[in-house]
């Protein structure tokens, strides 16, 4: 069922892909969010940042001595939310389907635009 139309695909620039990519290693920020704020299908972001850290362990690599150690740990501690920030609270209905969402208050910006996307 065609309807004829041609769709064309969208290019996007190196500078948009990059964008995107390091808004996804923002701590506490979902891939799927990033995609959707960007109006972009999550699968694609994903390749993205796949290809995104490939070039950066080959750089990495190419880099570093020998005398290096192959792996340094490190102490990453998970961003705790402020107490006093309240979750952005949805709850969608649709005919029997009853969907509670919280959001949290710091990416309002994003939980903003998924609700666009869900409404239209």
């Given at each position: 069922?065609?309807?004829?139309?041609?769709?064309?695909?969208?290019?996007?620039s190196a500078a948009f892909k990059a964008e995107a990519v390091v808004a996804c290693r923002e701590p506490g920020v979902s891939l799927s969010s990033v995609a959707l704020a960007r109006q972009i299908n999550a699968n694609l972001l994903r390749r993205?940042?796949?290809?995104?850290?490939?070039?950066?362990?080959?750089?990495?690599?190419?880099?570093?001595?020998?005398?290096?150690?192959?792996?340094?740990?490190?102490?990453?501690?998970?961003?705790?939310?402020?107490?006093?920030?309240?979750?952005?609270?949805?709850?969608?209905?649709?005919?029997?389907?009853?969907?509670?969402?919280?959001?949290?208050?710091?990416?309002?910006?994003?939980?903003?635009?998924?609700?666009?996307?869900?409404?239209?």
């Amino acid at each position: 069922m065609s309807s004829g139309v041609k769709r064309r695909r969208r290019r996007h620039s190196a500078a948009f892909k990059a964008e995107a990519v390091v808004a996804c290693r923002e701590p506490g920020v979902s891939l799927s969010s990033v995609a959707l704020a960007r109006q972009i299908n999550a699968n694609l972001l994903r390749r993205w940042v796949k290809e995104a850290t490939g070039k950066t362990a080959l750089t990495t690599i190419a880099a570093s001595s020998a005398r290096a150690p192959s792996f340094v740990p490190v102490a990453i501690s998970a961003p705790r939310p402020l107490e006093s920030e309240r979750p952005i609270r949805l709850q969608v209905r649709r005919r029997s389907l009853r969907v509670t969402i919280e959001w949290p208050a710091s990416a309002a910006q994003y939980c903003a635009l998924w609700l666009k996307e869900l409404l239209s």
